[in-house]
DNA sequence: GTAAAACTTGACATCCGTGTAAGGGTCAAG
DNA sequence: CTTGACCCTTACACGGATGTCAAGTTTTAC
């Protein structure tokens, strides 16, 4: 498939794709004449990079992750440390949320139009 | 208290505290020489503050939302409906980071060194 | 009264994923 | 072929909270 395609699947634009790939984050072949293209399975992959940049992980981050392109999984103790560390930090995150949903649905209470 | 001390309190720079004030989520009085004061309560409010914005509003959507200096709470169907819809945005949200947490676990499990 | 610590305003810098525009190349259908 | 849709690279801009620097003023401690 090419960026457009993969761009209509994921809901990523172009630019994003692109940026991702610069980022080392996400493979593609490329045509004769050079345009992309991508596996079925670069749409799982896109949505797992968003998933990951929506929690608040940057891309260097997920590069060094991911088991991507140029950068094999491998297994050390610091990459199992790193991504604890993200782990920790995303469960703290949703612990802020709640108490922050629990703010928002108090004001919601209290601005109700009676 | 002075900026500082609010600063040491909350956590949030003095820097941070002034653009607060000037985006017109937290008040201050001034003393003769022009340096802030804040009664107690600001504490809470900029821990108010610094959980809206982690959660995602703006500080336009946080001036709207919060009853602040020069915009007593008035309550009208549509402050009720932009509240409920952030509601619906951080609950979204939290749902999605569950999701990703789980993803993050996986791998966690994936790469933990046997 | 003097020095140090804290504060003031103003301006500019940073991050970083994404938008967007320019100028040009590729691909598939008619 | 030609045409229109799609794609390429390069480059610059943005948002928005926060950092940081500069030059000056206020407050506090001694």
Aim: glycine share 8%.
């Amino acid at each position: 498939m090419r960026i457009g395609d993969l761009s209509a699947a994921t809901g990523a634009s172009a630019r994003s794709l692109r940026y991702y790939e610069e980022q080392g984050l996400l493979a593609s072949t490329r045509s004769g004449g050079g345009q992309r293209h991508y596996p079925e399975t670069a749409v799982e992959r896109v949505s797992l990079i968003q998933s990951l940049l929506a929690a608040g992980l940057n891309s260097a981050t997920i590069q060094d992750v991911l088991p991507c392109i140029s950068n094999e999984a491998i297994r050390t103790p610091w990459l199992a440390d790193r991504l604890t560390s993200e782990l920790e930090r995303v469960t703290k995150q949703i612990q802020d949320l709640h108490r922050t949903r629990d703010i928002l649905a108090g004001l919601v209470e209290q601005y109700r139009v009676p």
